[in-house]
């Protein structure tokens, strides 16, 4: 029976696995320990609602040595290059060639973590977006030494199980969806520092403005759709009045440093209690799966 390993019992492994178990393919958890890797196979389960059975399997990531028929392995530990560097080099000597391996790093490029080990070709970034069970999108990112066959393998094995997977062929820092996204957060918080709009307004802007479109079709569709002509003109208008700092802003910073960091802290642009975290979170999900429902409509 084929079956994806999964490195980590954190949130994240969890719902990488829920991904694979939802799709019908045995899942083995690997943990530090029996007893979280158990506990993260339970809550992946419950998050697609499946039944548990044989065919999931939990296990000790230093002692794991059955990996027959295994076709995929995706390592989603804590985010320390060490830690990630020493157990790559124990999969290099310990997992047979032909499978292939991945990160879930979003720091760490995979040709830092892959440094100088032997199967370094099979090994490529396997990048998920919270909540990964919900969110469709995989990056694939090539690192320097990995093969184009091995990665267009695991585009598929994603295709297979109602992923969609890209293909970053460059292992360049915040692969492709977070350069993206870092370039629209930085444009937002220059808008909002330089007292030219409201958080609220920003978020609105967004979400009812192009962020609506985009469940429909990419950004580049989009422009296919209006007219590149157009783009082009307002393009000449606004481009040079853009933010270009390389800098983060100064209001985040101070925020950090006073230990405002959001609903993790109950405090960032706006105050949270439990109550109101609760209440995001439900709504937050129940919009995802409302959205996902409109990217299934590829026809």
Known sequence: ?????????????????????????????????????KACLDVAIGLVQAEGNAKHRCGLIDQWNDWDDC???VET????????????????????????????????????????????????????????????LVE???GEK?????AQHVCELYKSVNKKPVLVKKDIPGFLANRIQHALMREALHLID????????????????????????????QKELSGWDVSCHSAKE??????NSNAIPQSILDMVI???????????????????????KAIYSKRLKAAFAVLKMES
């Not at 696995?17 to 899942?27: H, K, N, Q, R, T």
């Open 1 to 37: 029976m084929n079956y994806v390993a999964v490195i980590g019992t954190g949130t994240m492994a969890a719902g990488i696995a829920a991904g694979f178990i939802e799709a019908g393919l045995a899942v083995t958890i690997l943990g530090r320990s029996a007893d979280k890797a």
């Open 71 to 73: 076709i995929w392995v």
């Open 77 to 136: 530990i804590a985010e320390d290059l060490a830690l990630k560097q020493a157990l790559f080099r124990s999969l290099d000597e310990r997992v047979p060639a032909h499978i292939p391996i991945g990160s879930n790093s979003s720091a760490y490029p995979i040709s830092k973590i892959a440094e100088g080990l032997k199967t370094a070709e099979r090994m490529m970034g396997a990048h998920y977006f919270m909540p990964a069970e919900v969110v469709p």
């Open 140 to 142: 694939i990112v090539m």
């Open 146 to 150: 990995t093969e184009l066959a091995h």
């Open 194 to 221: 330089a007292g030219i709009a409201s958080p609220e307004d920003v978020d609105d802007a967004v979400r009812y403005s192009f962020g609506f479109r985009y469940a429909a079709v990419g950004p580049i569709t």
């Open 238 to 243: 606004i481009y040079p009045t853009l933010c």
């Open 258 to 280: 006073a230990g405002k960091s959001g609903v993790k802290t109950m405090q960032g642009y706006w105050q949270w209690s439990p109550e109101k975290v609760k209440a995001l």
